[in-house]
């Protein structure tokens, strides 16, 4: 039986340009280094931040000699911030605060 991780990086794969059914050991491989990267993350950012907790600004610290993973990160913390405040803006105008 195949976890919720398989069917997510399947999907990713197809999002990205791979066929709709890519091949199991594809995405076996690419499950793989997924989880062993956030693993790898996750123990370092424990290790560099408050003990035992995992926090944005650790992930950032890590990524920053990274310019491709920097940016794409500040570009969804960006997009966050932005939906929060959308979020934010619609409850007020709908339910009002």
Not at 10 to 31: A, K, W
Not at 59 to 74: G, Q, S, T, Y
């Amino acid at each position: 039986k195949q976890n919720d991780c398989y069917f997510t990086v399947r999907c990713m794969m197809y999002g990205f340009g791979d066929d709709q059914n890519p091949y199991t050991e594809s995405v076996d491989i690419l499950e793989d280094l997924v989880i062993e990267f956030i693993t790898e993350m996750t123990h370092k950012a424990m290790s560099i931040g408050r003990q035992g907790r995992v926090q944005v600004e650790d992930i950032v610290f890590l990524i920053r000699k990274d310019p491709r993973k920097f940016a794409r990160v500040k570009d969804l913390l960006t997009m966050n911030e932005e939906l929060k405040r959308a979020r934010k803006a619609f409850d007020e105008a709908n339910y009002g605060s």
